[in-house]
């Protein structure tokens, strides 16, 4: 059984950094792409950033220069380096992977900017 499993949210000032992870169990190889995205408060979810089977990464042009995408395969976990952190940054983080045995989702991280 597939389970995401995600930490490092939580409360930080503006212009603050966090780490997010997602550590990733049961069989999810291969994997098309892997990838964060968030929700506002009365907001769709939306894409944050991507790392493609490629290794090709793409960000939302809001978080570019700010996040980092990272994905350590030997430990099946990926990353979100944040920083420079603002407060529209808030919301509530997902990690993804969309492999060949389906399209997996984490619980989500709650990530709360402060000005």
């Known amino acids: 059984q597939v389970q995401l499993v995600e930490s490092g949210g939580g409360l930080v000032q503006a212009g603050g950094s966090l780490r997010l992870s997602c550590a990733a169990s049961?069989?999810?190889?291969?994997?098309?792409?892997v990838g964060w995205y968030c929700r506002s408060p009365g907001k769709q979810r939306e894409v944050v950033a991507i790392i493609t089977s490629g290794d090709t990464t793409n960000y939302a042009d809001s978080v570019k220069g700010r996040f980092t995408i990272l994905r350590d395969n030997a430990k099946n976990t990926l990353y979100l380096q944040m920083n420079s952190l603002k407060p529209e940054d808030t919301a509530v983080y997902y990690c993804?992977?969309?492999?060949?045995?389906?399209?997996?989702w984490g619980q989500g991280t709650q990530v709360t900017v402060s000005s």
């Open positions: 993804n992977y969309d492999a060949l045995r389906g399209n997996y």
């Open positions: 049961g069989s999810i190889s291969p994997t098309y792409a």
